[in-house]
């Protein structure tokens, strides 16, 4: 089975301070690793994606995400926070090992609130 | 907008009632998708479709019916639902069902009395 975690439903952070939101993975195989995003009364927007390779990854609106093996980990970052930036953040994982289907397992959300 | 469409954005229905989601993309993809969304829960996978073929169905009660008729449109059709039916339903559809960059539509907001 694949599942994703996020700890925290809601993330606080003062703009221009630096935020994290956090996730950690179980799967059986190799994981497929996304975030998304999603503003009031949308859909998810793609954030970003660790496929393989370098584990510090980079995505849209100056966000990046390191993927830690060891901790199974997958933590959302940002180095300076916008207000604009205050949303719901999922993340989500497909687990590559064999048998285990196509489509995506997302996490329960955690909201950022970015604060003047 | 991401090129996924669903209509209606709000729905309140009885329990006896019957109704239909829709979902068209206009982004040429071949895989579509249904997902349930509730407050403070993981979105849940509820179907997918690659080439007009059911590929999963994450044990959906049969209230909830799918369709698809072509790679552009996605329905789902609802009957005798119960109140803790009542969420946000979001489609989503991506090139192939390997791929995971998904393309989510806005979602229909579903009220169930």
């Known amino acids: 089975a694949q599942s994703v975690a996020q700890p925290e439903d809601q993330v606080n952070v003062a703009e221009g301070n630096p935020l994290t939101v956090k996730c950690t993975y179980s799967?059986?195989?190799?994981?497929?690793l996304f975030w998304y995003v999603q503003y009031p009364n949308r859909g998810l927007q793609f954030l970003l994606k660790?496929?393989?390779?370098?584990?510090l990854v980079k995505g849209s609106y100056g966000f990046e995400a390191e993927f830690n093996k060891s901790q199974t980990s997958f933590h959302l970052k940002k180095p300076s926070a916008l207000v604009s930036d205050s949303a719901l953040y999922f993340c989500?994982?497909?687990?590559?090992?064999?048998?285990?289907?196509?489509?995506?397992?997302f996490g329960k959300g955690t909201s950022l609130l970015v604060t003047p | 907008e991401t090129g996924v469409t669903q209509t209606p954005r709000h729905l309140v229905m009885g329990m006896t009632n019957k109704k239909s989601l829709k979902c068209e993309q206009h982004?040429?993809?071949?895989?579509m998708y249904w997902y349930k969304q509730s407050a403070k829960k993981p979105l849940e996978l509820m179907f997918v479709y690659n080439f007009k073929e059911q590929t999963e169905n994450n044990s959906v009660p049969s209230r909830f019916s799918p369709e698809c008729p072509n790679s552009s449109h996605l329905f789902l059709h609802l009957h005798t639902l119960q109140p803790e039916d009542s969420a946000l339903y979001l489609c989503?559809?991506?090139?192939?069902?390997?791929?995971?960059?998904?393309?989510f539509g806005s979602g229909t907001q579903l009220s169930v009395l």
């Open positions: 982004l040429g993809h071949n895989a």
């Open positions: 660790y496929i393989t390779g370098d584990n």
């Open positions: 989503a559809s991506s090139q192939g069902a390997g791929n995971e960059k998904l393309f």
């Open positions: 799967v059986s195989g190799n994981p497929y």
């Open positions: 989500a994982v497909r687990d590559m090992g064999k048998g285990t289907g196509y489509a995506l397992n």
